[in-house]
């Protein structure tokens, strides 16, 4: 699988379309994905907090002061983070209040791609050094990651709930969140029963705080945490995409890796769970359909500027007229994971309520969620 866990991850944050796409051209290079953008006003704080880049790109025109303010809680808030500024004009008072806002180094709008290149090299350096050695919280360390694909049944939840659990395994802290939030299954997975959901916490009034987050997720006997659909469909409209932002940004420096399990189709809330995440993987099975559905959703994403996030994970592999190799050609897709059609064991621990990789760790697909839930863990260390 290509990694994606040790490149730099850059937040552009500017209200100019022009200068955003500049930019992205500036940063072609394999060791930089741009993880979103984000214009200069109150909620940008929020989505960058969400994405926790390694380092924010500010471009500054009449908005210098929204930027200032920003940089300096970025500064404040996110050790690790570093602010690097592209300005139209460069004069000491500009260079004074950078300085004082916490921004590590000023270019200009019409500096080379070598130019910001060396910048965000030297400070992503140097503002690693601002870490605290022994953080209890993982901050920059945690990873938001989702499971989607356009095609029900390919064995989105399967894999989410296995994965999590291979991660817990490993001693990872590790919440999952069902936002398939009219027909999620996560629960039935886990065998679990629980009155509180996604539904009942954004009905509290202090809902996106951490305590309140955790007070309405359910502990598995696995040790990962669980945040359960609504219990019925009709519910699922109470929750928005920006409960989803909301929920990921708090509960980020406190889990190591987050997976969110999503329903087969575009909406608010996969929407935002897809922006707001680090990686997602598109579950398919190696047929026509899966083909054309999943060339449909990466057209999709790739408009909205989320495709280096995707890769594939072919699930139910087996004998079929489409081999791996011609299927990711045509995607362009890296591959994050194959897993082998076994329908005996998927369907009598879905049964049992007691995911494989607990029931059945010796089948040949528990092995492999295990490998994979070890590569993510590598590539991000
Ligand atoms: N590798 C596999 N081999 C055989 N069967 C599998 C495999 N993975 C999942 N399944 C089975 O496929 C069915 C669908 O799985 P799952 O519910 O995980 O899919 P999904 O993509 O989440 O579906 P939906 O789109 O409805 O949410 C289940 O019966 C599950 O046990
Ligand atoms: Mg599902």
Known sequence: MEKIFDKIKVVVVSDNIDYRLLIKQLLASDDV????????????????KGLYPDIVIFTCTSQA?????????????????GVILLSESMDLQLLNRAMESGIRKVLSINCSSN??????????????????????IFGHKSRVISFFGGKGGTGKTS???????????????????DADLQFGDVNLLLNIDSKDT????????????????????????????????????????YVTGSHIEKIINTVRPYYEFIILD?????????????????RVFLVTGLDITGLRN???????????????KLALIINKEGPSIINVK????????????RISEDTKTAVDCLNKGIPFVIAAPRAQISKQIKAFAEKLYRDMA
């Open 198 to 237: 996604i539904a009942e916490l954004v009905h509290e009034k202090n809902a996106f705080t951490i305590d309140t987050i955790k007070s309405f997720t359910v502990m598995h006997s696995s040790g990962i945490s669980v945040l359960c659909a609504p219990k019925s469909p009709e519910y699922a409209e």
């Open 294 to 308: 999943v060339k449909i959703c990466v057209n999709i994403l790739d408009s909205l500027q989320q495709r280096e």
């Open 326 to 337: 011609d299927f990711q050609n045509i995607i362009g897709l890296p591959i994050g994971a």
């Open 262 to 278: 999503l329903t087969p189709s575009f909406n608010d809330i996969t929407l935002a769970a897809v922006e707001n995440s680090d």
């Open 65 to 81: 002061s929204a930027v200032f303010e920003l940089s300096q809680q970025i500064y404040e808030l996110m050790p690790g983070c």
């Open 115 to 136: 130019e910001l290149m060396e910048a965000i090299y030297k400070v992503s350096l140097s503002e690693k050094q601002r870490l605290p050695d022994d953080s209890k």
């Open 33 to 48: 994905v741009v993880a979103g953008y984000a214009n200069c006003n109150e909620t940008a704080l929020e989505k960058v």
């Open 159 to 177: 894999i989410a709930v296995n994965t999590a659990i291979a991660l817990a395994q490993m001693g990872r802290k590790t919440i999952i969140i």
